[in-house]
Each structure stands twice: as structure tokens, then as C-alpha cells.
């Protein structure tokens, strides 16, 4: 696998979320990209009893990339993460767990769709729904040949901008910024994430940033006639 940025696109005013699949899909399709199939990502989302302490929050997410493979990520309560992967068997153990853990269906959260192959990049445009209800489109760009964003975000940005009729900005995705880190001598200093050799894990914790985003939403994002050129939160602006 390469580098995987994820966008949300802000669908135009006046238009359902199929009718802007619609639109991508035929903007990739022009460009020669090539229909290889569907994908789904899913996050089902576990909370502790409240006799067990300080509530912490288990998110057990799901990729077809990796169909034997189930990723969960920890969240503490404190501001710390820690991921966790695994086969399919944990899925098991946290239905066994029921007396530690309480999964919210509520707030069970996917996208899917149809994924595309242009060159070296794979995209896939997802449809994300909870509980059957639309919340937005978000779209996943894998660069394959690199493993260090750095290297590939200028290459990254070309291809977005080709198809999404949008300026995308310069800077890096939210989730690559520089983060404060505690190193080994117990200072905090500043990590730039984009020189990191990129995971699985990290496409996963982009899924899990952005459909945290979703899930505190209660309205489809569209973008007005009236903010046609001006930057949006996304980091894109419509041209």
C-alpha cells in the first residue's frame, strides 16, 4: 500500500448525494480512471460501564482492503489513543464483553462505494451513512508508489483537483499537521507526521477522525451559490 489522504467533498447546493457520486463518477471516468469494484469501511463504537471507572470508548472499524483484519482504537478518556490490530476473532470477544462494554448502534457509521484505479492511484468515493442516514460524501485518494506523504502530497493534490472541480489547499491534511509529542526524556516537541513512513493503521484513524466529524453533524454539508469562491473547512474551494 502507498499514502491515503482522505477528503470530504461538500456537495453544490441543490444536489443529493447520488446525483454528486454521479457527477465524480463521471469526472473519473473521463479522465480514464477504471471501475474496480465496491468498498466499505464501517466504525461500530463500544462504552464502558460506568462501575468500571472513567468512561473510555472502544472503535472497532472494518476495511475490505483488509478483509481478515479488524482494527480497534482505545479512546482513554485522557486525550490518548491506542490502536490495536487484530484478525476477526476480537469482533467475538467484544460480543462476549457486553458486561464491560455497550456497543452504541446508534451511532454505527460506514461509507461505501465504488472504487476506481487511475494509474497508481486508487479513489474510492464513499457514501457515508448512520443508521441509514446520509451525512456526506468522503473520498479516499491512495497514492500507491509512496510511502511518505512529503514526498507525493503536490501529485495527491493534482489528481483531487482534476476531478473535483475544486481548489484543494497547499497545506497538509489536518491529520498530517505537526503534533505535540512527548519524546523519550519526557519534553514535548513537535512531530510532522508527514515524514512518517504511512501504515494502515493511520487510514484508519483519518476514517475515525472524520466520521467522529459526521457523527457530531445533523445536517447534510452543501455548499451555497454565495460561498462558491471562498475556502471552505474541508481545505478545498470551489472553482
Known amino acids: 500500500m502507498g499514502v491515503t489522504v482522505l477528503q470530504p467533498y461538500q ?22 480512471a477504471v471501475h474496480t469494484g465496491q468498498f466499505l469501511v464501517d466504525c461500530e463504537t463500544y462504552i464502558s ?34 490502536p490495536l490490530v487484530a484478525d476477526n476473532l476480537f ?28 494509474g497508481d492511484f486508487l479513489i474510492k468515493l464513499g457514501s457515508v451513512t448512520m443508521m441509514e442516514n446520509f451525512k456526506g460524501i468522503l473520498i479516499e485518494i491512495e497514492y500507491r ?13 493534482e489528481v483531487l483537483q482534476s476531478f473535483l472541480g475544486v481548489t484543494v489547499a497547499k497545506e497538509y491534511p489536518g491529520y498530517f499537521t505537526s503534533q505535540p509529542v512527548v519524546n523519550a526524556m519526557g519534553q514535548q516537541q513537535l512531530h510532522a507526521k508527514q515524514h512518517d513512513i504511512y501504515e494502515p493503521i493511520d487510514t484508519i484513524n483519518q476514517y475515525l477522525e472524520h466520521f467522529t466529524n459526521y457523527r457530531k453533524q445533523n ?18 474551494r470551489v472553482s
Open 145 to 157: 508508489p509512496c510511502v511518505v506523504l512529503f514526498y507525493c502530497w503536490e501529485m495527491i493534490r
Open 219 to 236: 445536517i447534510m454539508p452543501q455548499v451555497s451559490s454565495q460561498s462558491s469562491n471562498m475556502s471552505m473547512n474541508t481545505g478545498m
Open 49 to 82: 460501564a460506568p462501575q468500571h471507572g472513567p468512561s473510555k470508548a472502544v472503535h472497532v472499524l472494518h476495511d475490505s482492503e483488509y478483509p481478515v483484519t479488524t482494527f480497534s482504537i482505545l479512546d482513554t478518556g485522557t486525550g490518548k489513543q491506542i
Open 91 to 118: 469482533d467475538l470477544l467484544m460480543l462476549k464483553m457486553t458486561s464491560v462494554y455497550t456497543s452504541k448502534k446508534q451511532t454505527k457509521i460506514e461509507s461505501k462505494g465504488a472504487r476506481f484505479e487511475y
Open 11 to 32: 456537495i453544490p447546493e441543490g444536489k443529493t448525494g447520488a446525483q454528486a457520486i454521479d457527477f465524480l463518477t463521471k469526472r473519473l471516468l473521463a479522465l480514464g
